[in-house]
C-alpha cells in the first residue's frame, strides 16, 4: 500500500470512530497532502517531528461533532496509476469536494490545477 493511501485511509478511520487525533507514519509526500488538507479545513493540524518515523494529526469536527469530510474515493493505487490532463478536471460532488492530484508544481487542487494549467496523477477525491 502507498503511504498516501494509508494516511487517507487512517484519517478516514479516525473520523469514523469519532477519535481526536490519529498517529500517521513520517514521510515528506505524506507532509505536503497534511498541509494541503489543513488549508481545504479537513484536518485542524499535524504535527511530525523530525527524529522520528510518526506523527499525529488533529481531526477537525463542528460544533455537532460531525467530521469534516463525508466521504473519501481514493483513485490512484501502487499497481494501477491514474493520470489525467487539465482537460479531463471536472468539478467534485458539483463544487462541494475536491481531487488532490499530484503535479509537477506539488500537490495541488483540481480548481488550482485548473488555474495553473497543469494535470498529473490524480491520488483521491474528498468530500
Avoid at 108 to 125: C, H, M, P, S, V
Amino acid at each position: 500500500m502507498s503511504s498516501i493511501t494509508d494516511l487517507m485511509i487512517r484519517i478516514k478511520n479516525g473520523y469514523m470512530s469519532g477519535k481526536p487525533t490519529i498517529v500517521v507514519q513520517n514521510s515528506r509526500y505524506g507532509r505536503a497532502v497534511l498541509e494541503k488538507l489543513k488549508r481545504l479545513n479537513y484536518i485542524k493540524s499535524y504535527k511530525i517531528e523530525q527524529t522520528s518515523q510518526e506523527g499525529t494529526v488533529q481531526l477537525n469536527y463542528d460544533e455537532d461533532n460531525n467530521a469534516a469530510f463525508t466521504d473519501l474515493e481514493i483513485v490512484s493505487k501502487p499497481g494501477q496509476r491514474i493520470y489525467i490532463t487539465v482537460s479531463e478536471l471536472k468539478p467534485v460532488l458539483s463544487g462541494f469536494g475536491f481531487a488532490i492530484l499530484s503535479t509537477p508544481k506539488g500537490i495541488l487542487t483540481n480548481i488550482e490545477a485548473k488555474k495553473q494549467n497543469t494535470g498529473g496523477e490524480l491520488l483521491f477525491r474528498i468530500w
